[in-house]
């Protein structure tokens, strides 16, 4: 939690004062008033930002430094009877109110002018009253004020403001249409029958409507209504009920999950509900997720009950290490690890890492392996990665030396053993397969890692065609060792999972990814579940390799489509996308491209719209689309590592 006192005197400092608002009073009124308190909860932490907020109606809070502005121009002393109208969220009115003697507050939607009284009472601000009504022509039995203020933009100057003025006193108001630049002008009322007026500069407000002001815009968007008329409401996540509303994609080869960032509990819960139906009830077999193969290798021997490699490195301990290490993952491989249980090696289903950082931990894993299975070999797998071992803690380095060199002088070795792995794999039985599959599955690891951290350099979309081509080949690989009747349960992110072609990554940069991939090669056989949310917390880092904190998930942007589905509301559904089944009319209103949320291990909510938001085509990117209106942050495992505590493998904390 931000020290919002600080936060806010910083504010005064450097938002006002810094622009050259010098009144004393004004300035003391903005220190007075906790604008925390007039924002939606999960906006709390922006509070105090250089701009404005939105909140309930489509309307938004303004800027301070405006409200500062317009309070300035209309001379606002004590003693004044002040006149606002647009009262919103009360915070300008509040910060009236602090200085005037009387402040009355026009708001035309009532539930905000209803929030905004009990926020000013709760504050015993007791000298604001608020009117819900439309406050264009002002209110004519209430005049005359010193002071007007309006904060929404009007069609002209109304001659009924002009009237409710009292000679001297001064009307503020923006003008202009609605979604332009607007001017705010100042209207005195120099005596009985004149006015002077003054252009104070470009601003941007919401409209002003009413009788004096704009008319209502013509139909708001249709969507909404389109979703929650189609939305399956989802039940309870801890219920079995919830897995089986996924009992229609129960005939495919690949299920891919998504999540909408990679810290949201809700996600988590979802996707492995959907996954134990899966496993139980359509002869899922494989859980493959976006993790490094050697860590999740570790956790595909616990959950089924093949034997510890000797020396291995508990799973997950390098960032971002809460995306696996969480209770909800926790619980998940212990159900899988029950469920495994006394049955036939081959019946059990495993637990695959589809990723490619691990560099150092797949290294270890081929020698140790070579090490049992052909010491000779062993030997010269230690020489052909002697190259690139002194870089597993930081391969990214190897990749700036090798650019600079221009050549990569640890691929030849690389490749090598890959091939010569892949030579050597020979009829196996049960476990040993598997075995060999992880040996093989690193090398490939390796040698595709070496080329990424080269490629890195080259440019992003290089590098991460390169993993998503890496994460769906061994995607195959699996099911290849695993016999033509073998189906799996992909967990990723949405970036990995909703078809790439239908979005910004692959239509403005020619990025691939897994889903897109497996629909070129599966066909309808392979499904692709998108996930979304529209606000709550979220676990993240601001940085790469900075700690985890637990942050506010902004509201979702107008216009979004997660916006358009928090507008639906329905607090928790499913959307079927596929063609046969979406209602032809939401189809086309969800084929116009919009805002998508993508919030991965870092988030940064001050530049959200332009660090986490891409355009793309919903029903196109996926074959159906789980919602959850508000989330929270996933629950990261506490405690001391203890090594070799059995109660505590695989994660060993
Ligand atoms: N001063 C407010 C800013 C709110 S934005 C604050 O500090 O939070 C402007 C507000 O004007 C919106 O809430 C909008 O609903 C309201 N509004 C628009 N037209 C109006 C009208 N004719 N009468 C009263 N309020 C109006």
Same mark, same amino acid.
């Given at each position: 939690?931000?020290?919002?006192?600080?936060?806010?005197?910083?504010?005064?400092?450097?938002?006002?004062?810094?622009?050259?608002?010098? /009144?004393?009073?004004?300035?003391?009124?903005?220190?007075?008033?906790?604008?925390?308190?007039?924002?939606?909860?999960?906006?709390?932490?922006?509070? #105090?930002?250089?701009?404005?907020?939105?909140?309930?109606?489509?309307?938004?809070?303004?800027?301070?430094?405006?409200?500062?502005?317009?309070?300035?121009?209309?001379?606002?002393?004590? $003693? !004044?009877?002040?006149?606002?109208?647009?009262?919103?969220?009360? #915070?300008?009115?509040?910060?009236?109110?602090?200085?005037?003697?009387?402040?009355?507050?026009?708001?035309?939607?009532?539930?905000?002018?209803?929030?905004?009284?009990?926020?000013?009472?709760?504050?015993?601000?007791?000298?604001?009253?608020?009117?819900?009504?439309?406050?264009?022509?002002?209110?004519?039995?209430?005049?005359?004020?010193?002071?007007?203020?309006?904060? &929404?933009?009007?069609?002209?100057?109304?001659?009924?403001?002009?009237?409710? %003025?009292?000679?001297?006193?001064?009307?503020?108001?923006?003008?202009?249409?609605?979604?332009?630049?607007?001017?705010?002008?100042?209207?005195?009322?120099?005596?009985?029958?004149?006015?002077?007026?003054?252009?104070?500069?470009?601003?941007?407000?919401?409209?002003?409507?009413?009788?004096?002001?704009?008319?209502?815009?013509?139909?708001? /968007?249709?969507?909404?209504?389109?979703?929650?008329?189609?939305?399956?409401?989802?039940?309870?996540?801890?219920? &079995?009920?919830?897995?089986?509303?996924?009992?229609?994609?129960?005939?495919?080869?690949?299920?891919?999950?998504?999540?909408?960032?990679?810290?949201?509990?809700?996600?988590?819960?979802?996707?492995?509900?959907?996954?134990?139906?899966?496993?139980?009830?359509?002869?899922?077999?494989?859980?493959?997720?976006?993790?490094?193969?050697?860590?999740?290798?570790?956790?595909?021997?616990?959950?089924?009950?093949?034997?510890?490699?000797?020396?291995?490195?508990?799973?997950?301990?390098?960032?971002?290490?809460?995306?696996?290490?969480?209770?909800?993952?926790?619980?998940?491989?212990?159900?899988?690890?029950?469920?495994?249980?006394?049955?036939?090696?081959?019946?059990?289903?495993?637990?695959?890492? %589809? +990723?490619?950082?691990?560099?150092? $931990?797949?290294?270890?894993?081929?020698?140790?392996?070579?090490?049992?299975?052909?010491?000779?070999?062993?030997?010269?797998?230690?020489?052909?990665?002697?190259?690139? !071992?002194?870089?597993?803690?930081?391969?990214?380095?190897?990749?700036?030396?090798?650019?600079?060199?221009? #050549?990569?002088?640890?691929?030849?070795?690389?490749?090598?053993?890959?091939?010569?792995?892949?030579?050597?794999?020979? +009829?196996?039985?049960?476990?040993?397969?598997?075995?060999?599959?992880? &040996? &093989?599955?690193?090398?490939?690891?390796?040698?595709?890692?070496?080329?990424?951290?080269?490629?890195? #350099?080259?440019?992003?979309?290089?590098?991460?065609?390169?993993?998503?081509?890496?994460?769906?080949?061994?995607?195959?690989?699996?099911?290849? !060792?695993? $016999?033509?009747?073998?189906?799996?349960?992909?967990?990723?992110?949405?970036?990995?999972?909703?078809?790439?072609?239908?979005?910004?990554?692959?239509?403005?940069?020619?990025?691939?990814?897994?889903?897109?991939?497996?629909?070129?090669?599966?066909?309808?056989?392979?499904?692709?579940?998108?996930?979304?949310?529209?606000?709550?917390?979220?676990?993240?880092? /601001?940085?790469?390799?900075?700690?985890?904190?637990?942050?506010?998930?902004?509201?979702?942007?107008?216009?979004?489509?997660?916006?358009?589905?928090h507008d639906a509301g329905v607090p928790r559904f499913l959307l079927d996308l596929r063609q046969e089944r979406i209602p032809a009319e939401l189809e086309q209103a969800l084929m116009r491209p919009r805002l998508e949320r993508f919030i991965g291990v870092i988030y940064r909510p001050e530049t959200e719209r332009w660090s986490h938001y891409a355009e793309a085509t919903l029903p196109r990117q996926f074959d159906a689309w789980v919602w959850f209106d508000e989330t929270e942050a996933v629950r990261p495992l506490a405690g001391e590592q203890r090594p070799g505590d059995d109660a505590t493998y695989p994660f060993g904390l």
């Open positions: 939690m931000p020290d919002l006192a600080a936060l806010r005197e910083r504010m005064v400092e450097e938002q006002l004062r810094g622009r050259g608002i010098a /009144d004393r009073r004004l300035l003391d009124a903005f220190r007075a008033v906790p604008r925390e308190l007039f924002v939606p909860e999960a906006e709390r932490d922006f509070a #105090y930002a250089d701009g404005p907020l939105p909140i309930a109606a489509g309307q938004t809070i303004s800027q301070p430094y405006i409200v500062a502005l317009m309070i300035e121009a209309a001379r606002v002393r004590p $003693g !004044a009877r002040v006149l606002e109208i647009g009262a919103g969220s009360g #915070y300008a009115a509040a910060v009236l109110s602090r200085i005037a003697d009387q402040v009355v507050a026009v708001e035309r939607h009532a539930e905000l002018a209803a929030a905004a009284r009990e926020r000013l009472a709760a504050l015993g601000y007791g000298n604001v009253r608020v009117v819900a009504a439309d406050g264009s022509a002002g209110l004519p039995d209430e005049g005359p004020f010193e002071a007007i203020l309006a904060a &929404a933009s009007g069609r002209h100057v109304p001659q009924a403001l002009v009237d409710q %003025l009292a000679v001297g006193g001064i009307l503020v108001m923006p003008l202009g249409e609605p979604d332009t630049v607007q001017t705010l002008v100042k209207v005195t009322r120099t005596s009985e029958t004149d006015t002077e007026r003054e252009d104070l500069g470009p601003v941007r407000f919401v409209p002003l409507i009413g009788e004096e002001g704009w008319r209502e815009p013509a139909g708001a /968007d249709p969507l909404p209504a389109l979703i929650a008329a189609a939305a399956e409401p989802l039940p309870d996540l801890a219920s &079995a009920a919830f897995g089986a509303v996924f009992d229609r994609f129960g005939d495919a080869r690949v299920v891919l999950l998504g999540e909408a960032s990679h810290g949201t509990s809700e996600f988590y819960r979802a996707r492995a509900a959907i996954t134990r139906r899966l496993i139980e009830e359509h002869g899922f077999s494989i859980v493959a997720v976006e993790a490094d193969w050697p860590d999740a290798a570790t956790i595909d021997r616990y959950v089924r009950h093949r034997a510890r490699r000797e020396g291995e490195d508990a799973a997950f301990e390098r960032f971002p290490t809460w995306m696996w290490r969480n209770e909800e993952v926790d619980a998940f491989i212990r159900w899988l690890r029950r469920r495994n249980e006394g049955r036939a090696y081959e019946a059990m289903a495993g637990f695959y890492g %589809l +990723d490619l950082y691990n560099l150092g $931990g797949s290294i270890r894993a081929v020698l140790d392996f070579l090490a049992e299975a052909d010491p000779e070999a062993a030997k010269l797998a230690k020489r052909r990665y002697a190259c690139l !071992a002194p870089w597993s803690r930081d391969p990214a380095a190897y990749g700036r030396l090798a650019i600079s060199e221009g #050549y990569g002088r640890c691929e030849a070795g690389a490749v090598q053993m890959l091939k010569a792995l892949l030579d050597r794999r020979m +009829d196996c039985l049960g476990e040993e397969c598997d075995e060999w599959l992880d &040996a &093989a599955a690193n090398a490939r690891l390796i040698a595709n890692a070496e080329r990424y951290y080269r490629v890195m #350099y080259e440019g992003a979309a290089e590098s991460w065609n390169l993993r998503d081509t890496h994460m769906f080949e061994t995607l195959c690989q699996i099911l290849d !060792a695993k $016999g033509p009747g073998a189906k799996a349960v992909v967990w990723a992110h949405n970036s990995h999972v909703g078809n790439a072609r239908f979005t910004e990554m692959g239509e403005v940069r020619e990025e691939v990814n897994i889903g897109q991939l497996a629909k070129q090669k599966f066909g309808e056989q392979a499904r692709l579940i998108g996930f979304g949310t529209h606000t709550g917390t979220v676990a993240a880092a /601001d940085d790469w390799d900075e700690p985890m904190a637990v942050k506010q998930v902004r509201p979702s942007l107008p216009d979004s489509y997660e916006r358009m589905c």
